[in-house]
C-alpha cells in the first residue's frame, strides 16, 4: 500500500510571509535613513517583527507532519514524534465538548489499546511540549484550571499505569489519563498539524488502517474499551 503523507496547513503562506517580513525590513531601514517620525517607525518595526516570527514560525514546522504506512501512523513534531501501530490504535474520531456532545473540538482524538506502552516509549521532550500546547484540552477538560496546571495533575505513583514512569513521563501519563477519562481519547491532533478537515481525515485513517489489518479493524475505529 502507497505510503501516504500529511503536509501541515500550518506551514502554507510561509514564502508569502518570508518575502512580507523582508519586504518591511526593508522599509524599515530605508525609512530609519530617512529620519522618518517616531510615530511612523514604532509601528513599521512592530509590523515587522510580528510578520517575521509568524515567518519563523511556519518556516520551523516539519514539512511533514503526518505519515501513514504499513507499520502505522507516525507524528512529526519540531520537538519529537512518535509512531502508533495499526494494532495500537484502538479508535480514532472528532472530541467532543463535554457539556455539548454536539459540538465537536478542532482535534482528532485516538484512543490507545495500551497507553502504557506509549508513555513509555514517547520521548520527555516531546511530552513537555504536547503538555503545554494541549492547555486549552486542559482548562476544557477541568473548567476550574484557568491556569493549564493543577495540583491534582502531579503525578501519584498509585495511579499510573506503568510503574516504571518517572519525571515529565509520569507527569505526561497523568496529564493523558485525565484528558482520556473526561474527552475520551489518549492522543490529540490539532487541525493544524493537517492538510484537510478532522473529519476527512478520520476517514482516511479509518480506511488505511482497515486495508492493513482487515475487515475486523472496522471495529476498532467505532467502539471504546
Not at 146 to 155: E, F, H, I, V
Not at 186 to 214: A, K, N, T, W
Amino acid at each position: 500500500m502507497d505510503v501516504i503523507t500529511i503536509a501541515p496547513i500550518s506551514r502554507r503562506n510561509r514564502l508569502t510571509l518570508s518575502l512580507l517580513s523582508g519586504g518591511l525590513a526593508l522599509i524599515f531601514l530605508i525609512a530609519l535613513s530617512k529620519g522618518l517620525s517616531l510615530i511612523w517607525l514604532l509601528p513599521l518595526a512592530l509590523l515587522t517583527v510580528f510578520t517575521t516570527v509568524l515567518a519563523i514560525g511556519k518556516r520551523i514546522e516539519p514539512a511533514i507532519t503526518l505519515r501513514l504506512d504499513s507499520q502505522g501512523l507516525n507524528y512529526h513534531h519540531r520537538r519529537g514524534h512518535y509512531e502508533v501501530d495499526w494494532e495500537q490504535m484502538l479508535r480514532i474520531d472528532q472530541p467532543r465538548v463535554p457539556e455539548h456532545p454536539g459540538q465537536p473540538l478542532d482535534y482528532v482524538g485516538i484512543r490507545l489499546r495500551d497507553p502504557a506502552r506509549f508513555y513509555q516509549a514517547i520521548a520527555p521532550r516531546l511530552a513537555l511540549s504536547l503538555l503545554r500546547e494541549q492547555r486549552p484540552l486542559t482548562r476544557l477538560a477541568q473548567p476550574e484550571c484557568n491556569s493549564g496546571q493543577c495540583a491534582d495533575l502531579l503525578p501519584d505513583e498509585t495511579a499510573l499505569p506503568e510503574s516504571g514512569l518517572t519525571g515529565i513521563r509520569a507527569a505526561y501519563a497523568t496529564h493523558q489519563m485525565m484528558l482520556r477519562q473526561q474527552l475520551g481519547y489518549d492522543l490529540y491532533l490539532h487541525h493544524s498539524c493537517l492538510d484537510r478537515s478532522p473529519q476527512e481525515f478520520i476517514v482516511l485513517v479509518r480506511d488505511y488502517q482497515m486495508r492493513q489489518l482487515g475487515p475486523s479493524a472496522g471495529s476498532t475505529t467505532a467502539t471504546t474499551e
